[in-house]
């Protein structure tokens, strides 16, 4: 204690005697100049409180946090995941569409309505994010894209595999082509085939040429003591399979870096573009778009699942809007003093019953009705088909019933063929025939055999 009391004794004398030194040195220095800077006082903010529950966040929520402030290009950046490819077919592929801006900015400006949804689905499904690329290569986003093979839809489903995933396929809607329900049905399909291979590269694979060929091309690699890879498979598959990573790894590329190809690609802001509206009861399409305040082009550019000019209602149907024109529907619905629906259905009882007298009946045009059922001219119904007609009164106010949308069908009668119908002339005449007993087998034979030829379409069957 008393060592301590001298140290400081000793340094307040030391003070006051460097005192007046230092005053002097200071009143000799030269002077800066004085800037003088306006400043708002910084706001007297509170110190945080570090265990409140608000500060505390896991890790995911902080990722999500930071995807908020990209784009949704920047969100599949951030979340790519399968590895990548380097090859000649990849170079080949990013050279394409490279060489082809107007096809990326087509291709892209039908994407920006539909990324937000799909990129936000794989996340909450922690699946990799260029997944959502997928559709440019299968249909370039297009909806309404019908393959050869009859794939329908943006994630090209062909029926049965549709079916399979409980995509709803009748007369009044093909859910392959719905936004919602197709990409549900896409991821789930994508996901369990990763749970079958184990590789999204084979998951991809299956996805364009079917699980079992994949598996077959496996076990022969195995039996042959080859590796079982992507790329060490790709000699035994398909071109279009071999081609269809290769795709989407070019796609990968160009969204990773789209300057360094000479592209660029639309801003597609970080928010949802549409929200879904239930509809309970059945609507014309048209209405439903005058309501919403859309044209009929825009309106089913979201809803490209409905093949008729009614939307059929029940508590499953659902329509896409923008949001904007989401509440405009709500608030043009409710001044909405008219018919939603102009349409009933009207079942075939007999081949009688053709689109002109249906048209008489219902007083309304053929061309109408071939129109509202996409039916081909000349074609004939058969009986037990149901169509679409127009309500002729006012007391029919009944919408279509669940039941009947659900197993309406439509068939037609078969066409005599231009073949059967020359050798059914052709029999005639050699019946007429007094010079020839054997004419008639003969001249039949010879006209089914060259008129068959004539008949038949060359089709390219693609792969």
Not at 51 to 66: F, G, H, N
Not at 275 to 287: F, P
Not at 384 to 401: H, Y
Request: glycine residues 4%.
């Amino acid at each position: 204690m008393q060592a301590r009391i001298s140290k400081s004794a000793l340094l307040t004398a030391l003070i006051a005697l460097l005192a007046p030194v230092l005053a002097q040195a200071h009143d000799e220095a030269p002077s800066l100049p004085t800037v003088t800077t306006a400043l708002s006082p910084l706001p007297k903010a509170p110190l945080p409180d570090l265990t409140s529950p608000k500060l505390i966040k896991p890790a995911k929520a902080v990722d999500e946090e930071a995807f908020r402030e990209k784009d949704v290009w920047g969100r599949i950046r951030s979340g790519y995941a399968i590895p990548d490819v380097n090859n000649e077919l990849v170079a080949k592929h990013v050279n394409w569409y490279a060489t082809r801006p107007d096809y990326i900015a087509r291709t892209t400006a039908r994407a920006s309505l539909y990324l937000f949804h799909v990129v936000s689905e794989l996340e909450k499904r922690n699946m990799p994010t260029e997944l959502a690329l997928l559709p440019f290569i299968e249909s370039a986003f297009n909806p309404n894209a019908l393959s050869s093979a009859n794939a329908a839809g943006m994630w090209q489903f062909v029926p049965g595999t549709g079916r399979d995933f409980n995509l709803k396929q009748d007369a009044f809607k093909d859910e392959r082509r719905g936004i919602l329900a197709s990409t549900d049905a896409a991821l789930t399909y994508l996901q369990r085939l990763y749970d079958m291979f184990g590789d999204w590269q084979l998951a991809l694979a299956a996805y364009n040429w079917g699980e079992g060929s994949v598996q077959k091309a496996i076990k022969r690699n195995q039996a042959a003591g080859k590796p079982t890879d992507f790329e060490s498979l790709a000699d035994n598959m398909p071109a279009e399979t071999r081609n269809y990573v290769p795709k989407l790894q070019a796609v990968k590329n160009i969204v990773a870096n789209p300057q360094q190809f000479g592209l660029s690609l639309p801003a597609i802001d970080n928010k949802p573009y549409f929200t879904a509206v239930d509809k309970t009861s059945d609507i014309d399409l048209t209405v439903a778009a005058h309501l919403a305040e859309l044209s009929v082009d825009e309106f089913k550019a979201l809803n490209p699942q409905f093949k008729r000019p009614v939307i059929t209602g029940d508590e499953q149907t659902k329509i896409l809007l923008p949001k904007e024109n989401a509440e405009k529907f709500h608030l043009n619905l409710a001044q909405w003093t008219k018919e939603l629906s102009t349409w009933t259905t009207h079942k075939i009882t007999s081949a009688r019953e053709s689109i002109g007298s249906l048209a008489s009946r219902f007083h309304t045009s053929p061309e109408v009705i071939r129109q509202a059922n996409n039916i081909p001219q000349k074609s004939v119904l058969k009986a037990g088909s149901t169509i679409l007609v127009p309500k002729i009164s006012t007391s029919v106010s009944r919408d279509i019933a669940p039941e009947v949308a659900d197993s309406a069908t439509m068939a037609f009668e078969a066409e005599r063929t231009s073949a059967a119908k020359s050798a059914n002339k052709g029999y005639k005449q050699a019946k007429a025939s007094k010079s020839d007993k054997a004419a008639p087998v003969a001249l039949v034979k010879a006209r089914v055999s060259r008129d068959t030829a004539k008949s038949k379409p060359h089709r390219k069957t693609n792969h």
